[in-house]
């Protein structure tokens, strides 16, 4: 599986659009961008996921380049219920295992 | 409601003495995961089950056992020879027919004294 790289920490204002961004620019052709959040000491939540086209959901929406080679998980309207660390992760179609890295530790503040 | 259960949510060993986490599902999924995370850090693949009856071993199995005899359960056992084992541990499950997302357990916290 493809490797991401993400920013460490963000903070976001309460209120306000949050932009996360990922790059992956060893994707290749069938692997899908996946978006978990892991609110502290429970398990990840599955966010979106998205394969070329840009997703939108009732939680966010996945912008993914033309190139595939990067995205971005954008949070409409942060509120302090989203603060949490987000995890960037290409998989393929198979239901692959997930390799989960550092992630964002995204703060909402009010 | 489906989803995953862990039990118990902390648990504490004697060193030197084998455990086991508890994971069961009523998803109908049948792929099943173990993942171990400690602080500050992302999550590390422990063992993976795709079926009934098999498994395969992911980046940290040393240490660690599981079986899958039934579609609904995939315990895992923390040994002695692991020799760090205080962590986090969640498991979870995905069914590759839908594609949208895998299914976590709230974890288990495993703190060795």
């Known amino acids: 599986d493809a490797k991401t790289t993400q920013p460490p920490s963000m903070d976001c204002a309460e209120g306000r659009a949050a932009n996360l961004p990922c790059n992956h620019s060893t994707i ?3 692997e899908y961008v996946y978006w978990y ?5 429970q398990g990840p939540q599955y966010i979106i996921h998205g394969l070329k086209n840009n997703e939108t959901n009732e939680m966010a929406s996945l912008i993914i380049t033309e190139d595939r080679k990067s995205s971005t998980l954008i949070l409409p309207h942060a ?5 949490a660390v987000y995890y960037c992760i290409v998989s393929g179609a198979a239901g692959n295992k997930l390799t989960f890295g550092g992630g964002t530790r995204v703060l909402v503040k009010p | 409601d489906g989803g995953i259960t862990q039990s118990p949510k902390y648990l504490f060993r004697k060193e030197g003495q084998n455990v086991t986490l508890s994971c069961e599902q009523n998803l109908n999924h049948d792929a099943m995961y173990w993942y171990r995370q400690d602080p500050g850090q992302g999550l590390r693949l422990i063992y993976y089950s795709q079926i009934v009856n ?5 980046d940290i199995a040393e240490g660690y056992s599981v079986s899958r005899e039934k579609k ?4 895992l056992t923390v040994t002695s020879a692991q020799k760090n084992p205080t962590a986090f541990y969640l498991c979870a499950s ?3 027919g839908h594609n949208w997302g895998y299914t976590f357990g709230s974890g288990t916290r495993l703190t060795v004294v």
């Open chain 1, 79 to 83: 509120t302090l219920r989203d603060t």
């Open chain 1, 37 to 41: 959040r892991q609110i502290h000491s």
């Open chain 1, 28 to 30: 290749s052709g069938n």
């Open chain 2, 72 to 75: 609904e359960s995939f315990p």
């Open chain 2, 54 to 58: 098999d498994f395969q071993k992911g």
């Open chain 2, 94 to 96: 995905y069914d590759p």
